[in-house]
């Protein structure tokens, strides 16, 4: 059978053009939105008497066996059928006859291929969610089991102020918190229903196009035909979403390959996780979390790639949107592959409480509460900073640490020290001294945690009902 629009054409296309601008090998991933879709619209034809009742039948009864037969690959694409909306209705007219032909009255494949893209982003999307909320869970497990140990705080990578390990890891449920809301908020974008713009202007067909979305589940139709085909702003949305998801797994990624290095010991991956040399027999190396700080790169090369793409592109629809898909899929790909091992990664993680204790004793990160305790005693700020920074100079010079000191060799640098330094000093003491709302101190980490965990629950609950209203 020759081509869906080959009435006009005289001459057959060439085969490198076919191949070109087929897109059948990555969108046939749509072939599932691609017939939900077209059920929804062949059902608004028929109660609109658009259609008869018979060819309604015929045509949903086709569509049903097409998808079968894809689900069990009997189908076998083909690029001169193009893309996967072609490829089905071509399947359907084989299977059903020229009745078959009529599925595509009052749409175009513009309409058609953004709605299929906005029914299969939204369920992705819930599925996001859920997988966020799954390495939320496991951070927030080793937070609970972390709420005793102590580790250096870093700025500049530079041992700053010893914090809870718990505290830390909470840190990244906040950020993970931020990426399930942006996810949630995009979904109203993304369930608006394109179906119904035509290729560009609307349709000559007294269609339904809100019976069509309440069919489909789409919360509303968009608002202006030439929009609803030259949108891909959602799309943008999410790879900028899944940027940003990404980049905080790569700034995990990056603290847990330096923490489970020999330098710092501070954790260790199980070796589920790790693989080894080739030629080195000691080595254990992070590949899981080296490769996902890689492939951020490519997730905003998606993102990058796809607002390039849009950039100075004149209503409404042109063939460079059929770019928006690979990337799309990439992304998705990438993002589902490091969120589902994140998880169990961090839950398996091994933590050297003993080697992080040992290296918050071997510091001068309590070296601000000091200063502090002689702010306490009527010391300027800025004097006592220049006092300290004098008596942690003799300790490097001493190969001291501030603990080490005797009071008198503190009275050195200031009469006001008196012998309660030596519990200001102490790590606990330190952390627990900074008992603000969101501080490091325990009472402050318990109650982070308990209100992460009613947040958990309400994002489970709000994953049970879009699983169900994205389907
Ligand atoms: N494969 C096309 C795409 O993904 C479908 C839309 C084609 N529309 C057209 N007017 N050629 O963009």
Known sequence: MSKLWGGRFTKKTDQLVEEYTASIEFDKELAEEDIQ??????????????????????????????????????????????????????????????????????????????????????????????????????????????????????????????????????????????????LQDSYKRINTLPLGAGALAGTTFPIDRHYVAEQLKFDRVYENSLDAVSDRDFIVEFLSHASLIMMHLSRLSEELILWSSTEFRFVELDDAFCTGSSIMPQKKNPDVPELVRGKTGRVYGDLVGLLTVLKSLPLAYNKDMQEDKEGMFDTVKTLQGALQLFAPMIATMKVNKQQMRQAVNQDFSNATDIADFLVGKGLPFRQAHEVIGKTVLYCIENNKYLLDLTLDEFKQFSTLFDDRIYQVLQPEQVVNARNVYGGTATVQVEAAIGRAQEQLEQTAAWVAEYLERSK
């Open 37 to 182: 879709g077209s059920l929804a619209h062949v059902t608004m034809l028929g109660k609109q008497g658009i259609l008869s009742a018979e060819d309604v039948e015929q045509i949903q009864d086709g569509l049903h066996r097409v998808l079968q037969r894809i689900r069990r690959g009997e189908i076998e694409f083909a690029i001169a059928d193009e893309d996967i909306h072609m490829n089905i209705e071509k399947s359907l007219i084989d299977d059903i006859g020229p009745v078959g032909g009529k599925l595509h009255t009052g749409r175009s494949r513009n309409d058609q291929v953004a709605t299929d893209m906005h029914l299969y982003l939204r369920k992705r999307v819930v599925e996001f969610v859920g997988l966020l909320h799954k390495l939320q869970e496991s951070l927030i497990g080793q937070a609970k089991e972390n709420l005793d140990t102590i580790v250096p705080g870093y700025t500049h990578l530079q041992r700053a102020q010893p914090i809870l390990f718990a505290h830390h890891l909470m840190a990244y449920v906040s950020m993970f918190g931020r990426d399930i809301e942006r």
